[in-house]
């Protein structure tokens, strides 16, 4: 069974408005921890924002923000005001394992494009 | 600051010829280390882990092999290379101690097999 469900293939948003990149993930495990990740067309895989099970806040990191929605068991990463440097495809990612070895699990991805 | 360097960046082979991608890091001891691959369009998959020198473990069978031959290098193998081992291929580190919040992936090597 799929850990992490990325739904959209692809999205598009104008410059400067914000988007939803949504992430749904299934775990039996109480602790557990998500990412997301941006690859650009080069290819290198860049993280951008984490966020633990037991965090109370949302995770925020400049125009990156995570809403956790625990119960839902939901991990969508919004973009504030998109820019065109943007344009990539962005990955959530689940930690599994949390005593001796963890790995990372990841989505699909989505396409994001950026248009001015 | 902690780096990983992954070489070559690109590499055609052809079938049936062995394969060695190499992967470093710097700045950092006893880093949990992954190799990943990710086929065209599509998400990564965990292909191998190491938690230390010389312990390798294999998350699918598959025509490749991994060593971890140092505390701070990964190498990703095949004797027989494979028109399906194509595809993009990304080393990870880790922290080994600790719930792991972020891991951090080297530049990746694209790989066709022809």
């Known amino acids: 069974a799929q850990k992490i469900t990325q739904t959209q293939p692809g999205m598009f948003v104008q410059e400067k408005e914000a988007v939803t990149l949504d992430c749904t993930y299934d775990t039996s495990d109480p602790s557990y921890g998500l990412f997301w990740y941006k690859q650009p067309s080069s290819g290198e895989m860049i993280f951008l924002i984490y966020?633990?099970?037991?965090?109370?806040q949302n995770a925020t990191e400049g125009r990156y923000s995570l809403n956790f929605q625990k119960a839902r068991k939901s991990a969508n990463l919004v973009i504030s005001a998109s820019q065109l440097g943007d344009s990539a495809m962005y990955f959530c990612a689940m930690r599994e394992g949390n005593t001796g070895f963890q790995k990372l699990v990841f989505g699909t991805g989505t396409r994001l494009l950026v248009s001015p | 600051s902690q780096t990983i360097h992954q070489w070559p960046a690109t590499l055609v082979q052809p079938v049936g010829s062995p394969l060695s991608l190499e992967c470093t890091v710097e700045g950092t001891s006893n880093p949990n280390l992954y190799w990943y691959r990710q086929a065209a369009g599509r998400g990564l998959q965990l292909l191998f882990y190491?938690?230390?020198?010389?312990?390798i473990s294999s998350e699918v069978p598959q025509n490749l092999s991994a060593s971890r031959p140092q505390d701070r290098q990964f190498i990703l193998s095949s004797k027989k290379l494979l028109l399906s081992d194509s595809g993009f291929y990304l080393c990870?580190?880790?922290?080994?101690?600790?719930?792991?919040?972020?891991?951090?992936f080297g530049q990746g090597t694209r790989l066709t097999v022809v």
């Open positions: 990870a580190w880790s922290v080994l101690t600790g719930l792991i919040t972020e891991a951090f």
């Open positions: 966020q633990g099970s037991y965090d109370q």
């Open positions: 190491s938690v230390g020198i010389g312990q």
